[in-house]
């Protein structure tokens, strides 16, 4: 099955600088790619993602970069402020041909340093 | 509009000991799941529903069983609990399985003692 590997565990940025989250995943199939925020003592909440037949996405000061050659795909936070502090998870898709389901990263702790 | 909800939110069981953690969501999703949450292994599939009336395995099924009562309801119930059954429980929703986003509970903590 899909293996998603997800780094680092932790990072420490501080307020105004960019975070790098990165993901690589094993079958060369998964075609959609999630990016989801945990904020403590809540779930997951999707905010970008992307497919296979796209290399970038934006979303204000997110974007979501997909190299399918090299399987892995970074999330980029610009800018970064206290309120982006929460647990980011990857996650991958094979196509949507039926009961394909998501696989998860291990999750990053973001901390932004004011 | 709720969107997903779950209780309860904390639980403290003794080894052996059962229970049911409850699911239901407002938005007309066909589909539903239940994942476990453990520290450094991400989110991990226990049980899913792809339409109500119909259940199936996820990753890590063993020592779980699951109910599709109704559309909008999605329970997971526990026999016999054990230490190693410690953890955060999320449910989740979708239109359909593999259709794109998925949407989450707020979470259940479960520690089993």
């Known amino acids: 099955g899909e293996n998603v590997e997800q780094h680092p565990s932790t990072l420490s940025v501080q307020e105004g600088d960019s975070a790098v989250i990165k993901c690589t995943y094993s079958?060369?199939?998964?075609?959609?790619f999630p990016w989801y925020k945990q904020e403590l003592g809540k779930g997951p909440q999707l905010i970008i993602d992307i497919r296979s037949n796209v290399g970038e996405k934006k979303d204000q000061r997110i974007a979501v970069t997909l190299n399918k050659t090299a399987k892995h795909f970074s999330l980029h936070i610009t800018e970064t402020q206290p309120e982006d502090s929460a647990v980011y998870f990857c996650?991958?898709?094979?196509?949507?041909?039926?009961?394909?389901?998501?696989?998860f990263g291990t999750g990053t702790r973001l901390t932004i340093i004011p | 509009n709720a969107g997903v909800t779950q209780t309860p939110k904390f639980q403290v069981l003794k080894t052996g000991q059962s229970m049911t953690l409850q699911c239901a969501q407002d938005m007309n999703h066909n589909s539903m799941y239940w994942y476990r949450q453990d520290p450094g292994m991400g989110l991990r599939l226990i049980y899913y529903?792809?339409?109500?009336?119909?259940?199936d395995k996820g990753e890590v099924p063993n020592g779980y069983n699951v109910s599709r009562l109704n559309k909008r309801e999605f329970s997971l119930r526990l026999e016999s609990a054990a230490p190693s059954q410690t953890s955060v429980y999320f449910c989740a929703s979708s239109e359909y399985v593999g259709r794109d986003t998925q949407y989450f509970g707020p979470g259940t903590r479960l520690t089993v003692l």
């Open positions: 079958d060369s199939a998964s075609n959609y």
């Open positions: 529903s792809a339409s109500e009336g119909t259940t």
């Open positions: 996650a991958a898709r094979k196509a949507n041909f039926g009961n394909e389901k998501l696989t």
